[in-house]
């Protein structure tokens, strides 16, 4: 009988663990997606404020530029991801547009604050 009794709080020391370290990779999990964003921000704000509104308010600059907030209307922002990789000239014909040159790292976190925006 003793020993059964043990074995239920083992198992609820097993429960409490798995649980604790559940929420713990939950927490690291989302701070790291806000770290992210954060720098996605960044760079959005520093190579396409310019022209488009990057926030989840406000219009463009440029008013021919959509509003960073509504991108997810017309396409899936994945699809994204290789325009910006090859430099992006997507949708930007007929104006004066830099060329942009992101890294692998700087894409995700782009991607992950436009994902963070998104209005429908
Ligand atoms: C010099 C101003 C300017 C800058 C800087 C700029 N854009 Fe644009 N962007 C525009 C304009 C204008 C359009 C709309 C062009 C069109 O519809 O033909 C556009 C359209 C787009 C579209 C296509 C939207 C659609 O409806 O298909 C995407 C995506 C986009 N821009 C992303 C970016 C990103 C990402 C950056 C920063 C890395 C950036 N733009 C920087 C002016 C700019």
């Known amino acids: 009988m003793a020993k059964c009794k043990n074995f239920e709080i083992l198992k609820l020391f097993v429960l409490f663990g798995a649980l604790f370290f559940f929420m713990l990779s939950a927490r690291a999990a989302s701070s790291a997606q806000g770290v992210l964003q954060k720098r996605g921000q960044a760079i959005a704000q520093e190579n396409c404020g310019r022209c488009h509104a990057i926030g989840v308010e406000g219009a463009s600059k440029n008013p021919k530029s959509p509003p960073f907030r509504y991108l ?49």
């Open 72 to 120: 997810g209307r017309k396409y899936p922002l994945e699809n994204l991801e290789e325009a910006l990789g090859e430099g992006i000239v997507v949708g930007h014909e007929g104006e004066e547009m830099p060329e942009f040159r992101l890294n692998t790292a700087q894409i995700e976190a782009l991607l992950a604050y436009l994902a963070s925006i998104q209005k429908k």
